[in-house]
T-cell receptor, first 113, second 117 residues
Framework: GNSVTQMEGPVTLSEEAFLTINCTYT??????LFWYVQYPGEGLQLLLK?????DKGSNKGFEATYRKETTSFHLEKGSVQVSDSAVYFC????????????FGSGTQLTVLP | GAVVSQHPSWVICKSGTSVKIECRSL??????MFWYRQFPKQSLMLMAT?????????EQGVEKDKFLINHASLTLSTLTVTSAHPEDSSFYIC?????????????FGPGTRLLVL
């Protein structure tokens, strides 16, 4: 079945540091890949997505590239801010009509001023 | 943007009682709603998928008689935890997929924390 393996946290960075959160996946067919963010006390929000190999998703300074050869979708940001502190989830949808999401375990990011 | 609400946001109940959690799409119609369970420091685990007007599809290992799902309209789905026990204590999250979306878009509610004493 489908699975997502995500870098364990927590991750603590200083403001303006470079961020990488690793994500690798196992899936049959051609999944779409997602990063979701969960701010304290809020629901998950879609951060970015990529639907085919070599696509790059980007939003709010975050980027992730769909690498089929390494089955990876690592999240990066060049300069993090305190407001980026949240839990980040890597996820995928498999093929089929239900398009159900399979999530990674989540990575807690704390950015210190 | 698309907003999904959940009610209540938290609930404490005695063992053996039933608890109903509502999930509403506030500004869009949802063909499909999903119910997830999240344990502390763990990922979201899909419990069931519900489509308006039809029976929910439960994931393997999820008791359908324990977790009753009703998707009565295009804006409302309910999850009822029947005869709750302490091991049912968890964070329950719903999501909704809009009627005319690409099939992958899901908007998430803020979650409901359940504590069974």
């Amino acid at each position: 079945g489908n699975s997502v393996t995500q870098m364990e946290g927590p991750v603590t960075l200083s403001e303006e540091a470079f961020l990488t959160i690793n994500c690798t996946y196992t899936a049959t067919g051609y999944p779409s890949l997602f990063w979701y963010v969960q701010y304290p006390g809020e629901g998950l929000q879609l951060l970015l997505k990529a639907t085919k190999a070599d696509d790059k998703g980007s939003n709010k300074g975050f980027e992730a590239t769909y690498r089929k050869e390494t089955t990876s979708f690592h999240l990066e940001k060049g300069s993090v801010q305190v407001s980026d502190s949240a839990v980040y989830f890597c996820a995928l949808t498999g093929s089929g009509s239900a398009r159900q999401l399979t999530f990674g375990s989540g990575t807690q990011l704390t950015v210190l001023p | 943007g698309a907003v999904v609400s959940q009610h209540p946001s938290w609930v404490i109940c005695k063992s053996g009682t039933s608890v109903k959690i509502e999930c509403r799409s506030l500004d869009f119609q949802a063909t499909t709603m999903f119910w997830y369970r999240q344990f502390p420091k763990q990922s979201l685990m899909l419990m069931a998928t519900s489509n308006e007007g039809s029976k929910a599809t439960y994931e393997q290992g999820v008791e359908k008689d324990k977790f009753l799902i009703n998707h009565a309209s295009l804006t409302l789905s309910t999850l009822t935890v029947t005869s709750a026990h302490p091991e049912d204590s968890s964070f329950y999250i719903c999501s909704a997929s809009p009627l005319r979306a690409d099939g992958e878009t899901q908007y998430f509610g803020p979650g409901t924390r359940l504590l069974v004493l």
